[in-house]
């Protein structure tokens, strides 16, 4: 990997990390010189580290390849990646792990082989929590609150930051409304919520939300409340993602979801509404997820992860 080495964010406490995960001495060094050469190469694409996206990686380790890598370094490589960002989940910096779809020797990115219509993402959103769990009063608050969440993402097609953000204050359930803050990639926007999904979240917020307030004793305007002690958005999310892959085993991510939505709404509107509605800074974002782009998508995963 012929990419000058520089320092990283967090570099301080990421060996703490991988010291406590129990990585070796030679891994850790490892990890580390890996990590350097990709911050060096994000630093020479103006790209700050946390906000590094999925395509990012992909596009970096294509750089890689031409520079005559083989597939061995490569995984290395993502794979000392894929420890750097899950430290950084860890510390709450970001909330999700852009190479979590990427394997050399035959990478996927699973969103592109099976996306969901608008039909199949309503009985997605029907069919989860139908049957309420018997016992403790947390396992059913954590239902309905993943119930909410889900119809956030599946009708107005939210990313995990965008979930992580929301206070009270954004949703206006007169209105049918809910307000969107800007992020290192979004921007902002107000969506239109559905009918039906007026009536889960008015029972979150009414009654399931300030049942986890007492329950945990925390005081906070963040619209959804983890039911332990922690505050980590992302435990949420994979509790609903492992809820999710129970009820439909097609489903593999959340990315997956929000790709359906944004796919569905290109059916339906022009594309410039849509990259309002995602809230894409880019209109380039959006084309990508057009029907005609998806075969040009799937030719790039080959491109970039040749079965080696």
């Known amino acids: 990997m012929k990419c000058q ?14 010291t406590i995960k129990g990585f070796s001495k030679q891994t850790q060094e490892g990890v580390y010189k890996m990590v350097k050469r990709f911050a060096s190469w994000s630093q020479e694409q103006n790209i700050e580290l946390p906000s590094i996206a999925y395509n990012d990686v992909l596009a ?20 000392g990646i894929k420890h750097y960002y899950n430290f950084l989940i860890h510390e709450n910096e970001v909330m999700e792990n852009p190479c979590s779809n990427i394997d050399i020797k035959g990478v996927k990115r699973k969103i592109l082989y099976e996306t969901f219509t608008t039909e199949e993402l309503e009985t997605i959103y029907k069919n989860f929590a139908s049957q309420s769990p018997s016992g403790a009063i947390g396992s059913k608050l954590v239902l309905k609150r993943n119930k909410s969440i889900l119809g956030l993402i599946i009708y107005q097609g939210l990313r995990t930051e965008e979930l992580a953000r929301l206070t009270l204050n954004d949703i206006k359930l007169r209105e049918g409304k809910v307000w969107v803050k800007g992020g290192r990639r979004t921007s902002e926007r107000e969506l239109t919520l559905e009918a039906h999904q007026l009536y889960d979240l008015m029972d979150y917020i009414n009654e399931t939300r300030k049942m986890l307030v007492v329950l945990t004793e925390k005081n906070t ?18 509790k609903l993602l ?11 991510d959340i990315k997956q979801l929000r790709a359906s939505v944004i796919s ?16 894409h800074r880019y209109v ?14 799937k030719e790039d995963v ?7």
């Open 5 to 18: 080495e520089a320092h990283f964010y967090r570099e301080d406490i990421f060996e703490e990390y991988l």
């Open 60 to 79: 970096y380790v294509n750089q890689c390849k031409k520079q005559g890598n083989k597939a061995r370094t490569l995984q290395i490589a993502v794979n």
């Open 221 to 238: 305007d963040a619209l959804f409340l983890s039911l332990g002690g922690g505050d980590k958005f992302y435990n949420i999310m994979d």
């Open 242 to 252: 492992r809820q999710l892959k129970k009820q439909e085993s097609s489903i593999k």
């Open 264 to 279: 569905n709404w290109l059916k339906l509107h022009n594309i410039r509404k849509v990259q309002y509605l995602a809230g």
């Open 284 to 297: 380039s974002s959006t084309e990508a997820y057009q029907a005609g782009n998806m075969d040009e998508l």
């Open 302 to 308: 080959n491109k970039y992860h040749p079965d080696f």
